[in-house]
T-cell receptor, first 109, second 114 residues
Framework: AQRVTQPEKLLSVFKGAPVELKCNYSYSGSPELFWYVQYSRQRLQLLLRHISRESIKGFTADLNKGETSFHLKKPFAQEEDSAMYYCALRVDSNYQLIWGAGTKLIIKP | DVKVTQSSRYLVKRTGEKVFLECVQDMDHENMFWYRQDPGLGLRLIYFSYDVKMKEKGDIPEGYSVSREKKERFSLILESASTNQTSMYLC?????????????FGDGTRLSIL
């Protein structure tokens, strides 16, 4: 069955430190992966998608099909990065997404 | 900018009541979704609608129904509310032109069932 795993429920790093939020998926086909972010008291919103190969707010994510991973990285964390981050997988040309449980990122000053 | 509006930010109801959660989007999106968001469980899809009067069950449809009479409005109905339906409910809409289009979310409704 398709699944998205975010092994860390909570991740806390100091401002300026590198940050990596892990996302692993299980799917035998060709996946499409997304990172969504929810800042405090704001709505959930798309951060980036692997198909765009973009960097948003300094974050990047590379799809590694061999390791079935889509980790989110930023070299220097900022306090405003504190938020809840969700990894999501789309399969089979379906509009529905399979969501991970989320990782709460706390950036300490 | 896409606007997805959920009728209530907070709602308190009693066990056994019939509860309606409303969601309206202003971008003429074909697809609309209802999720539950619970700590440690992420987002779980309750129902999905891809057109007016069209719906599909998600992962956890039990105890819920939906209504899509107009394209812009997608309602979630708790037929007989129970305490285990206390949760944050998120509505989302999506343009159907391409399946890798983002889902746009509302602010959520925090529902408490007493």
């Amino acid at each position: 069955a398709q699944r998205v795993t975010q092994p860390e429920k909570l991740l806390s790093v100091f401002k300026g430190a590198p940050v990596e939020l892990k996302c692993n998926y299980s799917y035998s086909g060709s996946p499409e992966l997304f990172w969504y972010v929810q800042y405090s008291r704001q709505r959930l919103q798309l951060l980036l998608r692997h198909i765009s190969r973009e960097s948003i707010k300094g974050f990047t994510a590379d799809l590694n099909k061999g390791e079935t991973s889509f980790h989110l990285k930023k070299p220097f964390a900022q306090e405003e990065d504190s938020a809840m981050y969700y990894c999501a997988l789309r399969v089979d040309s379906n509009y529905q997404l399979i969501w991970g449980a989320g990782t709460k990122l706390i950036i300490k000053p | 900018d896409v606007k997805v509006t959920q009728s209530s930010r907070y709602l308190v109801k009693r066990t056994g009541e019939k509860v309606f959660l409303e969601c309206v989007q202003d971008m003429d999106h074909e697809n609309m979704f209802w999720y539950r968001q619970d700590p440690g469980l992420g987002l779980r899809l309750i129902y999905f609608s891809y057109d007016v009067k069209m719906k599909e069950k998600g992962d956890i449809p039990e105890g819920y129904s939906v209504s899509r009479e107009k394209k812009e409005r997608f309602s979630l109905i708790l037929e007989s509310a129970s305490t285990n339906q206390t949760s944050m409910y998120l509505c989302a809409s999506q343009w159907a032109g391409s399946s890798n289009q983002p889902q746009h979310f509302g602010d959520g409704t925090r529902l408490s069932i007493l």
